[in-house]
């Protein structure tokens, strides 16, 4: 069947099973391949994408539920969020493949709470995995953040 | 100790195999004798021709002057790219802001790891491997610059500079790497050049040295082999055997083939495989097919009922026909000397691990006849060439490998067997005209797949002297060989029956240097359950092993953990040098001593391939879970060349111990792996993460690596830290119990 999308702001027209995860149809049909697959049991956070601005696993939200929902994956960021500016001057990622997810739910966080402290990260951020072990440079990119997002938030 | 130049390391782990041994395994697996051939020849057989330029296999540079260094490596996380483009950086005298890096295309011939003699990543070897090539390779372009510099301004080469991708005279000439591209190309490259000396590096073991690939893994931009999309590919996902060994009896497909977008079904030597469109549809079609499964070679037993057996075999209770007992340190005479009271006895198991990378294993294959190219996170290239060269009857070097970044690897992209890259070159054969089809494994399929950190179990009985330390040391090692496993692998990793990475660390180990008799051996059990090197390899048990033994002799004698230490590395002389002073450094800049509120250190040092890393860690039980807040790590790497990495690669070696110490475990049910992704296979969380705090040792040492050594310390310091707090001995691990 069609479905029409949202996302970052371009309305887009798929086909796909409404029983299908929208990860599967951001990645297999529109290519757009920032969100990523981990888990697909809500376990590990890299398909965190925003719908109506709040963090959701894609990988466990069927196409045919999102309706009219906005829809904000990691291209909708720009590169140019203060998270990613950040991620950077700390090199947070190693091997890369949790960053999308984990930015996505941390760029989710600062948007609701601008100066998270250690238990809101904790709260925040604990469903998004990192094998590699960066988790102390997203602590610290976080917070590094959180000044600056005070002033340009629009996550 | 360093890496002697004429062995080589197999990736990940394993050491000491001669050139020659290699050969041998090479034409063994290969089918052919192959008499006077390097590995390289062997594995680049068939390799296209191919320019370089120039500058040669490891520097491209735009006409703009902007320098690519390639890495003939996998960036996995471990930060090789940053730490390879800095060495060529260094030398060259490049602007270290504009120079870029790239995965180089696999060919043994040039890009052949010096460690191992063929194309790989593993074992922490990438800079030490490099070290003078890329030196070497920097200096060269360097030189070609300068002298270009020379003819043009017509001055003595030897008044040339270069500063920052800057050329210059005295006389206030100056050029960029762009000005003078086309003149230093024709320059005839140097047959040798001066180096720098250390002490005058300006970028190498500086903070400016920081990752290149940042920006594009915070931004969704970086490519791994999950991103590939080519025209017309295809996806494919494979229905596994559900026991390690089982085999097709017969499928019923007909369902499956009438799920929308499924396009074939097949089975394959590992499987039945279902080729889609997309990855849902395929998933779809995997769960409508029905396999009938052969068991009749499989393993059956419980990892409750392994264990068992490796406790009897280490009793001498048992003895499998399939294997015998490996001794691997033998000194003096132990006969008669652990019977006594004055013996500590200590056993300790450690269950299956898997990797759990982040992007589960994946790869896109391509075939036409003989005809193959591979687009994935390739980390050992010229085994996975030789194995597809296999399924479609070509020379290794003709398969083709574009590489690109792995999302983890923690040695599971490079496995012995290249058991994913094989899958999908069969895949791909089958439906053939080179039409792309991206193999996709499921998490489930990832974590079922074996290819695990072998179970194992160890019996300790160390005699004490009565000056409390160590008089005699008996050592039984009961774990699986991955080795073994394979013809050529043996070929490089097993002498006098002992496989290396079973035992290194014990094997080496200072605190038996300082014993006076030491009986220890390895028995290494079969079973059709698969496993592979895994973050640290043998490491991640004996580190363990040894250094919470250590604390129990210690307590036992009533003396400091570290001062314990200490005397034995005295003891042990030039075997415990660096041990006693990454022991220091850790000691000096972590504290020592009790702690308020029930919070208590745990210290360990260990070696691995060719690093030596202290670790105090501050830990308690809280809500019936050991937490750690706090790790200060000292690593001696030898030169550092990018601190800020080498901080990322202790914090993260540490995560990934921890991990595996509280809460890693694969266990079997009648030969069923019973966890099968991160709801039962719990892994460390953001909330359960601790602080770590890295500090380098100064040294003038060549570089060794530090993807691996960061991580088995935490699993020894950690349960010594819960020995402090309770006086109990750890015995087995998880130890967080499911
Ligand atoms: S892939 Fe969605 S949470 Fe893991
Ligand atoms: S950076 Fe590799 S999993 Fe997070």
């Known amino acids: 069947m069609s479905i029409e999308l949202e996302i970052n702001g371009v309305k887009r027209q798929v086909a796909a099973e409404a029983d299908t995860p929208l990860l599967w149809v951001l990645r297999d049909e529109l290519h757009m391949t920032g969100t990523k697959y981990g888990c697909g049991v809500a376990q590990c956070g890299a398909c965190t994408v925003h719908l109506d601005g709040q963090p959701v696993r894609s990988c466990q939200t069927p196409v045919g539920s999102v309706g009219a929902g906005k829809i904000t994956t990691i291209e909708g960021l720009g590169g140019t969020h203060p998270l990613q500016a950040s991620w950077v001057k700390h090199d947070v990622p190693q091997c890369g493949y949790c960053q999308s997810g984990q930015i996505m739910s941390a760029a989710a966080l600062l948007a609701a709470t601008p100066k998270p402290t250690d238990a809101d990260i904790d709260a925040a951020m604990s469903g998004n995995l990192c094998r590699c072990g960066a988790y102390q440079r997203i602590r610290a990119a976080i917070k590094d953040a959180s000044g600056e997002l005070a002033v340009t938030a629009k996550a | ?738």
């Open chain 2, 1 to 738: 100790m360093y890496i002697a130049p004429e062995k080589t390391r197999t990736p990940s782990g394993g050491q000491g195999a001669s050139r020659r041994e290699l050969i041998v395994g090479a034409a063994l697996v290969g089918g052919s004798l192959l008499v006077g051939c390097s590995p390289a020849d062997i594995m680049g057989a068939g390799a296209p021709k191919t320019d370089f330029g120039a500058f040669g296999p490891f520097i491209k540079i735009d006409a703009d002057g902007a320098v690519t260094v390639m890495n003939k490596h996998q960036e996995m996380g471990q930060g090789n790219h940053a730490g390879l483009s800095a060495i060529v950086a260094e030398e060259m005298d490049a602007d270290w802001s504009t120079v870029k890096v790239q995965h180089a295309a696999a060919n043994a011939k040039v890009y052949a790891n010096s460690l191992m003699g063929v194309q790989g990543t593993g074992g922490s070897t990438a800079i030490a491997n490099s070290w003078m090539q890329l030196r070497t390779a920097g200096a060269t372009a360097r030189a070609m610059f300068v002298q270009a510099a020379a003819d043009a301004w017509k001055v003595p080469a030897a008044e040339v500079t270069v500063k920052d991708g800057v050329v210059s005279h005295a006389s206030g000439k100056s050029a960029q790497f762009g000005d003078l591209l086309a003149d230093a190309a024709k320059v005839t490259p140097p047959k040798s050049v001066k180096l720098k000396d250390p002490k005058d590096f300006t970028l190498i073991g500086t903070e400016r040295v920081r990752r290149k690939d940042s920006l594009a893994k915070a931004t969704g931009q970086a490519r791994y082999t999950q991103d590939v999309y080519l025209p017309d590919m295809l996806t494919a996902v494979v229905a596994h055997a559900p026991r390690f060994g089982g085999k097709v009896k017969s499928f019923d497909d007909t369902a499956a083939r009438k799920v929308p977008g499924v396009v074939d079904v097949f089975a394959i030597a590992t499987g039945v495989a279902v080729v889609a469109n997309g990855v849902y549809a395929a998933r779809k079609g995997r769960e409508a097919l029905k396999v009938e499964w052969d068991d009749a070679k499989a393993e059956s037993r419980s990892s409750a009922e392994m264990l068992a057996d490796y406790h009897r075999i280490a009793r001498g209770e048992l003895t499998p026909s399939d294997d015998k007992w490996a001794p691997f340190t033998t000194k003096g005479d132990a006969t008669g000397q652990f019977d006594g009271t004055d013996v500590l006895h200590a056993t300790y198991d450690f269950p299956y691990l898997a990797h759990a990378t982040m992007e589960p294993m994946n790869c896109v294959a391509q075939v036409d006849g003989s005809k193959c190219k591979l687009t994935y996170g390739a980390q050992g290239h010229s085994l996975d060439q030789m194995a597809a060269a296999m399924v479609v009857v070509n020379l290794p070097g003709a398969i083709e490998i574009e590489t690109l970044f792995a999302g983890g690897s923690f040695g599971r992209r490079s496995s012995w067997d290249s058991d994913y890259v094989v899958e999908a070159v069969q895949i791909a054969k089958h439906v053939g005209r080179f039409r792309p089809v991206k193999l996709v494994w499921t998490r489930e399929d990832d974590m079922t797949a074996g290819h695990y950190r072998p179970m194992a179990h160890h019996a300790v009985a160390v005699k004490v002297g009565k000056d409390g330390y160590p008089a005699a040391w008996r050592h039984r090692v009961v774990v699986q060989s991955f080795a073994k496993a394979s013809p050529m692998m043996a070929s490089m990793m097993v002498k006098n029956n002992v496989d290396s990475t079973t035992v290194e660390g014990t094997a080496g180990s200072p605190y038996l240097a300082a014993t006076p008799v030491v009986d220890a051996q390895v028995f290494t059990p079969h079973s059709p359950v698969t496993t592979l090197w895994w973050r640290s390899v043998g490491a991640t048990h004996t580190a363990p092993v040894m250094e919470h033994t250590i604390d129990q002799l210690a307590a036992r004698a009533k003396i400091d953990p570290v001062e314990y230490r200490r005397e034995l590395y005295r003891r042990a002389g030039e075997a415990g040098a660096r041990h006693l002073a990454v022991l220091n450094l850790a000691v000096e800049k972590a504290g020592w001593g009790t702690l308020e509120d029930g919070w208590t250190r745990g210290v360990a040092v260990h070696e691995s391939f060719g690093s030596v890393v202290a670790n105090v860690c501050e830990a308690k039980v809280i809500d019936g879970e050991p937490r750690v807040r706090k790790v200060t790590v000292a690593v001696d790497c030898g030169i550092a060349i990018a601190p800020n990495q080498i901080a990322a690669q202790m914090e993260g070696g540490t995560c990934y111990g921890l991990s595996a110490a509280l809460f890693g475990q694969v266990t079997l049910d009648k030969g069923r792996p019973q966890q099968t992704n991160f709801d039962t296979y719990r892994v460390l969380r953001q909330n359960e993460a601790p602080q770590v705090e890295t500090w380098i040792v100064p040294s003038a040492h060549p570089p060794s690596g530090v993807g691996e050594p960061g991580t088995p310390v935490i699993m020894a310091s950690l349960p010594n830290a819960l020995f402090a707090a309770t006086g109990k001995p750890v015995s087995s691990f998880p130890l967080v119990k499911a």
